[in-house]
């Protein structure tokens, strides 16, 4: 699809100035004039910043970056230079979205203003920052299926059993058909809906072997029949805030997916390990500031399948992205959002015969535990 240009205000030519780097770009990509106002977005800019891009475009871009930002610099140095700079690694936290890392580019466009254009990284540790393009859209676009749809598909699915009841033997199978296909769209759409409940998860403290044996267990007489499913404990874990029902929908989607893989050798000796251990020292950036937190608790789940394809491992944690035949790829995005709310980290590392998948958790204060 040809993204559109957006004009946040008037301004000389602004719309057309840059309108085929636009199109062409998929990455995020704005206009900020001379004294550092938004002027014009693309359609991935919009889907990045979401709500937030009304805010920015009715004050100045730069007046909303901390003053040591290192897009402030490297906004100034496409200006210094009057050519195009990039800079790896750039920090970028605005109006409530989670502080994620990208790489900028900003050129110079003749007349005081800057096209910016960033890439957002993703795979390795990937948060809700760091794939909030995709799944700032795909919260959005829950809520609207929530409220446009679910109705109409009611009235569907009735009017289709009602034809049923009353049709010709042969015309059955039809209307059992539009039966079917609009439950299927039903559940799609509840799947999706899960991305527009911000709620933070409850921070009870969890027993994560707990939640990991009940995990094996619906895995061991679902999925992993027939696969080696072996755990290695690590058995004086201290246990971690969360949601009980979260984290087993974290780990038990962790290890549906090794399960997949495992099975797709097709020689019979496929095998799933979970593991858990302590990490000492390890500490990440909470998703709402900056300060530092402990995520010493870790559970790696790891397969001996053929890998995750190279061509996705940038983006295997955005929606809609599946190594699936028949996947909806919004199972890996859900678990990244739930792992973010938890105060907490996935990455993964993967080669044709081993595929690890590792949550880093914090560990419960003596205020969880006592509340």
């Not at 995020?28 to 709500?51: H, R, S, T, Y």
Request: zero cysteines; glycine letters at 12%.
């Amino acid at each position: 699809m040809t993204s559109r240009t957006r004009t946040t205000r008037a301004g000389p030519d602004l719309a057309a100035l840059k309108s085929a780097a636009f199109d062409l770009s998929p990455e995020p990509a704005m206009v900020i004039d001379g004294e550092g106002a938004l002027v014009a977005v693309n359609e991935a800019a919009e889907a990045l910043f979401g709500q937030g891009l009304g805010l920015l475009a009715r004050g100045r871009f730069r007046a909303a970056l901390p003053p040591d930002s290192p897009l402030v610099a490297l906004l100034n140095r496409a200006l210094e230079e009057g050519a195009p700079v990039r800079e790896r690694g750039v920090d970028i936290n605005l109006y409530g979205l989670p502080p994620f890392e990208a790489d900028g580019a900003a050129a110079p466009l003749g007349d005081g203003s800057i096209l910016l254009t960033l890439h957002v990284k993703g795979g390795a540790f990937a948060e809700l920052g760091g794939d909030a393009a995709g799944l700032r859209s795909i919260m959005g676009l829950g809520r609207m299926l929530a409220h446009e749809i679910k109705n109409p598909l009611a009235g569907i699915r009735g009017a289709a059993q009602l034809l049923k009841a009353g049709a010709r033997a042969e015309d059955v199978p039809l209307a059992q058909l539009i039966v079917d296909e609009t439950d299927r769209v039903k559940r799609l759409v509840d799947r999706m809906e899960v991305f527009a409940d911000d709620a933070p998860p409850a921070r009870d403290p969890v027993n994560i072997h707990e939640v990991l044996d009940r995990v094996r267990a619906l895995a061991a007489n679902g999925v992993a029949d027939g696969l080696s499913l072996r755990e290695q404990y690590d058995p004086s874990l201290p246990p971690t805030p969360g949601d009980e029902d979260q984290l087993i929908q974290i780990f038990l989607n962790l290890v549906k997916n090794a399960s997949e893989a495992a099975h797709a050798r097709g020689d019979g000796r496929g095998e799933v390990v979970i593991t858990t251990a302590y990490r000492h020292g390890v500490r990440v950036r909470s998703g709402k500031g900056r300060q530092p937190r402990g995520a010493p608790l870790e559970v790696r789940v790891q397969d001996n399948g053929p890998g995750v394809p190279a061509h996705l491992r940038e983006s295997l944690f955005q929606p809609f992205v599946t190594t699936k035949q028949n996947g909806a790829g919004l199972g890996l995005a859900l678990v990244s959002k739930l792992v973010a709310a938890h105060g907490g980290l996935i990455d993964f590392d993967s080669e044709p015969g081993r595929t690890v998948f590792r949550v880093l958790l914090p560990i419960a204060s003596e205020k969880d535990v006592s509340a």
